[in-house]
T-cell receptor, first 114, second 111 residues
């Protein structure tokens, strides 16, 4: 059984650029949730994808968007990057699409916006 | 807005002692809670969970206590080891919402 993997590990972008982060869910899981974790803070829920459809969204602007593919892997896209987007982006996979399903996290992608 | 907070941002304990990490949650309707451990450079790791119809749940060396009256959650770690050094997050699950995480408590285990 493989765990949750994310790529890239680190990324540096400049303000105004666009970025795509990738996540492969744990074997057997069909749900992916994305979180933003600013330095020294807890993760904040961005959105969840279940069976290729958005299945819940947190308080993030539309320039944060996502996709889920038939193999349940997922992408997080952020347009028009701002300095405050600098954070660790975490992907978590689960099974069932429910909000209370236990989520297993990947190691994250560290995004720095200059 | 809804939030989950912690009483102590940092906690230092001697190796072998018991640790208690506290968390105050804000939504009285939250019915599911999870404690996560996050080591440096890694994603959060599930430790233990508890549902609102319980007030105590035990795992291996860990116990979670839930006091719904005062909206308080605690994580007890028995015989704390150096490998327990990490940041610990509590997360609550309000109805019809995804998890809300607290800011975290850093646990340092002293030799």
């Amino acid at each position: 059984e493989t765990g949750v993997t994310q790529s890239p590990t680190h990324l540096i972008k400049t303000r105004g650029q666009q970025v795509t982060l990738r996540c492969s869910s744990q074997s057997g899981h069909n749900t992916v949730s994305w979180y933003q974790q600013a330095l020294g803070q807890g993760p904040q829920f961005i959105f969840q994808y279940y069976r290729e459809e958005e299945n819940g969204r947190g308080n993030f602007p539309p320039r944060f968007s996502g996709l889920q593919f038939p193999n349940y892997s997922s992408e997080l896209n952020v347009n028009a990057l701002e300095l405050d987007d600098s954070a660790l982006y975490l992907c978590a996979s689960s099974f069932g699409g429910g909000a209370t399903d236990t989520q297993y996290f990947g190691p994250g992608t560290r995004l720095t916006v200059l | 807005g809804e939030s989950v907070g912690l009483h102590l941002p940092t906690l230092s304990v001697q190796e072998g002692d018991n640790s208690i990490i506290n968390c105050a949650y804000s939504n009285s309707a939250s019915d599911y809670f999870i404690w996560y451990k996050q080591e440096s450079g890694k994603g959060p790791q599930f430790i233990i969970d508890i549902r609102s119809n319980m007030d105590k749940r035990q795992g291996q060396r860990v116990t979670v206590l839930l006091n719904k009256t005062v909206k308080h959650l605690s994580l007890q770690i028995a015989a704390t080891q150096p490998g327990d050094s990490a940041v610990y997050f509590c997360a609550e699950n309000p109805p019809w919402q995804n998890f809300v995480f607290g800011p975290g408590t850093r646990l340092s285990v002293l030799p």
